[in-house]
């Protein structure tokens, strides 16, 4: 006796379903390029805007902290246009009846059009390249560096550079060059300087007999009594401890500022990538390809 198997039927509707979902790798690489382009075209249109502002005359031109703050403003609001630009054309590309994965074609299509991006502002891949490549690496890497200008500038125009904090002990020992006064000036004041300087920057231990040392130079550089050389002794002490107090909070308050205005670059950032992912499924929707028969 013959046995029959039967086969499982399978409807187009089964079929379809796993289709209408499956990535298209095909149509996400392409939003991605599409929105490096534009990104690039925009960031260009920018350029061109911001030096045909300037005077080389040097007349009414903005300021450095401004020139970079809108900078970064048309770098972040290119990316959203390009990222909608993108998401438009991965969401059309990819066929996808359902309005759903038309729009997370977009928004994968924006995670390598970033990750892309990043890795040319963070990397040396465009200065290998050369040529052509080369000039579209140069002018991301100079989209970005406005950015981050940005902030360095905003740091530095609202807390003193440290670099330009003078060392405390210069100031004291100009002074103890100036005012030797001794038969030999030259060796008085090297004397003094160095007597002065391990007074104030040598072992807390010995300090006492550094000071001695120092009063005994000085009286003997400026032709001065000794009580009067420790007297003096005492205020390049004091001076050389305000000084250095100052140059602390001076520090203290540009790291702070330094921080503050990192906080607030790294959640602006955090704010522009959010809104460019959005613009991408956006974009993703926008291009959903409609079919009679396909419920969306």
């Keep these: 006796m013959a046995t029959s198997t039967l086969a499982p039927a399978y409807s187009a509707a089964d079929t379809r379903v796993p289709l209408r979902h499956q990535a298209s790798w095909g149509a996400i690489f392409a939003g991605a390029v599409t929105a490096l382009v534009a990104q690039i075209l925009l960031t260009l249109v920018g350029l061109g805007i911001g030096l045909s502002a300037l005077d080389t005359n ?24 390009a990222s909608l630009i993108g998401g438009y054309l991965a969401g059309r590309l990819s066929g996808r009846g359902s309005r759903a994965t038309s729009g997370y074609h977009g928004l994968v299509s924006w995670a390598v059009t970033t990750l892309v991006v990043i890795y040319l502002l ?9 040529g052509t490549f080369s000039g579209l690496s140069s002018v991301l890497g100079g989209a970005g560096q406005a950015i981050g200008g940005t902030v360095q500038t905003a740091a530095q125009a609202a807390a003193p550079s440290l670099s330009k904090v003078s060392n ?15 038969q030999d000036p030259q060796a008085a004041r090297d004397a003094a300087v160095s007597a002065m300087r391990a007074a104030l920057t040598g072992d807390a231990a010995q300090q006492k007999q550094a000071e001695d040392r120092a009063a005994e130079a000085l009286a003997k550089a400026q032709n001065i009594p ?71």
Aim: aromatic letters at 6%.
């Design 168 to 182: 405390p002990i210069d100031g004291i020992e100009q002074q103890v060059r100036q005012q030797a006064a001794g």
């Design 122 to 130: 963070t990397s040396s891949v465009g200065s290998l390249l050369g």
């Design 226 to 296: 000794v009580d009067q050389a420790r007297s003096q002794v005492q205020d390049y002490k004091k001076q050389y401890e305000q000084t250095v107090t100052e140059a602390k909070q001076k520090a203290k308050a540009a790291a702070e500022e330094t921080r503050k205005t990192a906080a607030q670059g790294a959640l602006y950032a955090a704010l522009a990538l959010v809104l460019g992912a959005v613009a991408a499924f956006l974009g993703g929707l926008a291009g959903t390809v409609k079919r009679a028969d396909e419920r969306v």
């Design 58 to 81: 040097g007349g009414d031109n903005p300021s450095v902290a401004a020139f970079s703050t809108t900078a970064g403003l048309w770098w972040v609001g290119s990316g959203i246009v």
